[in-house]
């Protein structure tokens, strides 16, 4: 069974670090583009990220460019998301999902709160 | 890249179709077969329920089914049932390599 599972979240104070993992089991990792996705409190679902299956190209929503990174380990099948200079805005559960032109699976997501 | 338009809720009584539409461009919606459909319960992750415009996952009911005119691509569901209420949100690939999102609909079983 295809597996995804995100961790890393918590609680930060605007300016902060936070760096996500994404452990991903039941399929071969190092076939596919990864993508990060974010939904805010009561919101719709915004894409956020997505590297290529070999790590050698990566693209960001404007909102995050310049301040998140994202990346991958595929001898560890794992995803990772590097989130610096976090803004209110940023607060929002964060998924993971394989993506061959369509998102599945996805991860159970894991929250990042921005707060002072 | 903006959000794609859906409406913000559509709602029907056990047993009817209803549709939902997801409204965007020539560089997202309207450029390629590349829509998908999701359904997500409160405080659950998004499930794929369409893929490529039309295509049903393999587990996914046959009262679900897609299709796309120009820039616009609709979800219909046949038979409506309690489990079916849900946030729906369509996606598309768009030429500048990223993902779009639908604004999201929640259906309600009256």
């Known amino acids: 069974e295809m597996q995804l599972v995100e961790s890393g979240g918590g609680l930060v104070q605007p300016g902060g670090s936070l760096r996500l993992s994404c452990a991903a089991s039941g399929f071969t990792f190092s076939n596919y583009w990864m993508h990060w996705v974010r939904q805010a409190p009561g919101k719709g679902l915004v894409w956020v990220s997505r590297?290529?299956?070999?790590?050698?190209?990566?693209d960001y929503a404007d909102s995050v460019k310049g301040r998140f990174t994202i990346s991958r380990d595929n001898a560890k099948n794992t995803l990772y998301l590097q989130m610096n200079s976090l803004r209110v805005e940023d607060t929002a559960v964060y998924y993971c999902a394989r993506v061959e032109r369509w998102f599945d699976p996805w991860g159970q997501g894991t929250l990042v709160t921005v707060s002072s | 890249q903006s959000a794609l338009t859906q409406p913000a809720s559509v709602s029907g009584s056990p047993g009817q179709s209803i549709t939902v539409s997801c409204t965007g461009t020539?560089?997202?919606?309207?450029?390629?077969?590349?829509v998908s459909w999701y359904q997500q319960h409160p405080g659950k992750a998004p499930k794929l329920m369409i893929y490529?415009?039309?295509n049903r996952p393999s587990g996914v009911s046959n009262r679900f089914s897609g299709s796309k005119s120009g820039n616009t691509a609709s979800l219909t569901i046949s038979g409506l049932q309690a489990e079916d209420e849900a946030d729906y949100y369509c996606?598309?690939?768009?030429?500048?390599?990223?993902?779009?999102f639908g604004t999201g609909t929640k259906v309600t079983v009256l």
């Open positions: 020539s560089s997202d919606v309207g450029g390629y077969n590349y």
């Open positions: 996606s598309s690939y768009a030429s500048s390599g990223s993902y779009v």
């Open positions: 490529d415009v039309s």
């Open positions: 590297i290529k299956p070999d790590g050698t190209r990566t």
